[in-house]
Nanobody, 127 residues
């Protein structure tokens, strides 16, 4: 059974940093790309970042490019999102998800490319 569990959320002031973790189990983690998404109340789920199954390529939304590096530790079955220079507009629930396909040759970025969403972790950034 696929399980994804996010942690690391919290309440911070603008300019602060946080690191989110997503612990994965129930599937061969090293063979799947992983992604981070966020969804604020009343808004649609938004792509944030994704990393290729081998960890050698990444893609980012324009809104977080250069601030939120994604990384993948295949030995620990964990994907991370380092969140730097947080802004109030980053306030949202952040979730991780796995690629639908094994060993894709590209970095998936569409919501439809992903499945098995975690429960999410809340990030609140105050001015």
């Amino acid at each position: 059974q696929v399980r994804l569990e996010e942690s690391g959320g919290g309440l911070v002031q603008a300019g602060a940093s946080l690191r989110l973790s997503c612990a994965a189990s129930g599937f061969p983690f090293s063979e799947f790309a992983m992604g981070w998404f966020r969804q604020a109340p009343g808004k649609e789920r938004e792509f944030i970042a994704a990393i290729k199954w081998g960890g050698d390529a990444t893609r980012y939304a324009d809104s977080v490019q250069g601030r939120f590096p994604i990384s993948k530790d295949n030995a620990e079955n964990t994907v991370y999102l380092q969140m730097n220079d947080l802004k109030p507009e980053d306030t949202s629930v952040y979730s991780c998800a796995k690629d639908r396909q094994r060993r894709t040759s590209y970095v998936p970025t569409s919501i439809g490319d992903f499945t098995s969403w975690g429960q999410g972790t809340q990030i609140t950034v105050t001015p």
